[in-house]
Each structure stands twice: as C-alpha cells, then as structure tokens.
C-alpha cells in the first residue's frame, strides 16, 4: 500500500475565493472520510463515503462545502466563497471493513490558509 | 452525544519516565477505541485500539486498556524516549443510524520529552 495521499499539501486563498483538494486512498480500500481538524483541536468528521455514495454528512458541513467521489476511488472537497473560519488542516482518511482491518488509514492533510 | 475527553496538556517528561495520559469517554452500545499519534509535521498514525471490554492494545511499549466499568481508555508506556514526543489523540468509532460510521476524536493530548 502506498498510503492515503491528499493534495496539495498546503494552500493559501484569498477570502471569497473557491478551493478544491483531493484525496487518493489507498488502493481497494471502499470507505472514505473527510474530517476537519483546527489548531489544538482533535479532528472532527465532515462526511463519508461507502465506494461511490456520500452516505453521512456532519452539520459542520454547510452548504459551502461539497464533497464527491465520482467512481469510487479519489475523492475531492470543494469550499465555495471561503471565510477566514475556514482555515484549518483537512484530513481524508479510508478503511477496509475487512475482519479485524476497519481501523481508518490517514493522509498528510491539506493545510488551508484564507487570508 | 458521543464525546472523548482526554487528560489537558502539555505533558513534559524526562526520558525514561513513566507516562500516562488520561482518556474518558461517552457513547451508546459498546464502541471501539483508539489512540492515535500525530508527529511533528505528520498525519494521523494509528497507535494502538481495543474493541470490547477488557481488551488491551498494545504497540511500541505503549499500552491501553478498554475499561467499561469506567468508560476509560487510559494511554501509559512504562519509559518514555524522546522520540515518542508527538501529539496524542484519543478517539472512539461509532455507527450512526444511517449505517456510516465516524471517528469521535479528544482534543489531543501534546507530550514532550526530555533528554
């Protein structure tokens, strides 16, 4: 396994401005998560997808956020009309729920900076 | 609501002291647990987890014991490197009604230690 990879690692966007990361899992792994992590926080989840279909959405994830993954396999996070309360790391992380294996593998996070 | 609540840092240490760092949480039905590390500049690392009762986790001397009686999930490591100065989190896993599921992260817990 190559482990999860997201891109890019950082970004830094003016207020206003629409943002996109996306997240490659690792290979065969069916489950992908999205969380939300702020300084000296833990992460928190934004939303789940089992293959294809984005099968929970956390309240955090308001009607600025979108999330896909069009055949499965990456996925990507799009913020429209950013604000500064947007700053923060972006995680994806993706399982296997096979036996004994559904523990969730993350990536290295995209750092977002809204100026 | 489900929730972690995990000792308040920093927690600085001599090498080779013993560490313990406290984690309680709550949640409906029978949870798995995690701890997971954060090292400077890295993603989340899966540390250790436990998935009933009365199991231990165990990884690079650092131990956890799933104690339902107390809802606790408590981090210790008999001797400290300074190495293992990073940020640990703890986090339960919970499926929602919906048939997803998520990870409930603490806050982190940041240690440091000390030559």
């Known amino acids: 396994d190559t482990g999860v990879s997201q891109n890019p690692r950082h970004k830094i966007t003016k207020r206003g401005q629409n943002v996109t990361f996306r997240c490659d899992p690792i290979?065969?792994?069916?489950?992908l998560y999205w969380y939300r992590q702020t300084l000296g926080q833990g992460p928190e989840f934004l939303t789940y997808f089992q293959n294809e279909a984005q099968l929970e959405k956390s309240r955090l994830l308001s009607d600025r956020f979108s999330a896909e993954r069009p055949k499965g396999s990456f996925s990507t996070l799009e913020i429209q009309r950013t604000e500064q309360g947007d700053s923060a790391m972006y995680l994806c992380?993706?399982?296997?729920?096979?036996?004994?294996?559904?523990?969730?593998?993350f990536g290295p996070g995209t750092r977002l900076t809204v100026t | 609501g489900d929730s972690v609540t995990q000792m308040e840092g920093p927690v600085t240490l001599s090498e080779e002291a013993f560490l313990t760092i406290n984690c309680t949480y709550t949640?409906?039905?029978?949870?798995?647990l995690f701890w997971y590390v954060q090292y400077p500049g890295e993603g989340l690392q899966l540390l250790l987890k436990a998935t009933k009762a009365d199991d231990k986790g165990s990884n690079k001397g650092f131990e956890a014991t799933y104690r339902k009686e107390t809802t606790s999930f408590h981090l210790e490591k008999g001797s400290v490197q300074v190495s293992d100065s990073a940020v640990y989190f703890c986090a339960l896993r919970i499926r929602t009604q919906g048939g997803s599921e998520k990870l409930v992260f603490g806050k982190g817990t940041k240690l440091t230690v000390n030559p």
């Open positions: 949640a409906t039905g029978y949870p798995s």
């Open positions: 290979s065969e792994h069916n489950r």
């Open positions: 992380a993706s399982s296997y729920p096979t036996t004994g294996k559904y523990e969730q593998y």
